[in-house]
């Protein structure tokens, strides 16, 4: 049973860079047995795929966001990331990191509790 | 992109009764959709997959149905705990795509 927990900063200037970071305990963030994903939460979109991806770098980015989003892997620390760049308020969400088998690809089996991203200055 | 509507918006039930609740794609999904519930400061949690698969542990009052477009879970006798927003969710295409939700309420 996986488990997921967000950790970064509430509160983001615009035009900065928006950082998340999801800490996963029950497996290795490298085993291949699952994708790693981040999904937002705003009131007025509802939720949001912003990406899903495979530890061997293969996957996929919203298009709507994809020149701004960078995923990364961090073995050592069984963490996986998010940067968001030139954010505005309107990114402004409860981001949640999420993950599901890799044989039942896009289903988020497993989230962290979500945290809440305000763009403020 | 695949665009998830979801009716009725709201649902004002009593417990006990049964709750149907509807989901419609732009295209067809194929059985591709999952069903997500959602309480207060809570993420959202998987209960139907495949239109009509059971997640772990959900009991076998959820039940879902449906292909191609048009799909439907039904909440054959609402439980306290199952007052909450729902969620349709479509994984046939890229980017993945949630409904807007229907919120089901104690009358």
């Known amino acids: 049973q996986l488990q997921l927990q967000e950790s970064g900063p509430g509160l983001v200037k615009p035009s900065e860079t928006l950082s998340l970071t999801c800490s996963v305990s029950g497996d290795s963030i490298s085993s291949g047995s699952f994708y790693w994903g981040w999904i937002r939460q705003t009131p007025g979109k509802g939720l949001e795929w912003i990406l899903s991806?495979?530890?061997?770098?293969?996957?996929y980015h919203n298009p709507s966001l994809k020149s701004r989003v960078t995923f990364s892997v961090d073995t050592s620390t069984n963490q996986f990331s998010l940067r968001l760049s030139s954010v505005t308020a309107a990114d402004t969400a409860v981001y949640y990191c999420?993950?599901?088998?890799?044989?039942?690809?896009?289903?988020?089996?497993?989230w962290g509790q979500g945290t809440l991203v305000t763009v403020s200055s | 992109e695949i665009v998830l509507t979801q009716s009725p918006a709201t649902l004002s039930l009593s417990p006990g009764e049964r709750a149907t609740l509807s989901c419609r794609a732009s295209?067809?999904?194929?059985?591709?959709l999952a069903w997500y519930q959602q309480k207060p400061g809570q993420a959202p949690r998987l209960l139907i997959y495949d239109t009509s698969n059971r997640a772990t542990g959900i009991p076998d009052r959820f039940s879902g149905s449906g292909s191609g477009t048009d799909f439907t879970l039904i909440i054959s006798s609402l439980e306290p705990e199952d007052f909450a927003v729902y969620y349709c969710?479509?994984?046939?295409?890229?980017?993945?795509?949630f409904g807007p939700g229907t919120t089901v309420e104690i009358k």
């Open positions: 969710q479509q994984r046939s295409n890229w980017p993945f795509t």
């Open positions: 295209q067809s999904v194929s059985s591709y």
């Open positions: 991806m495979y530890y061997t770098g293969n996957g």
């Open positions: 999420a993950s599901g088998h890799s044989v039942q690809d896009g289903l988020p089996e497993f």
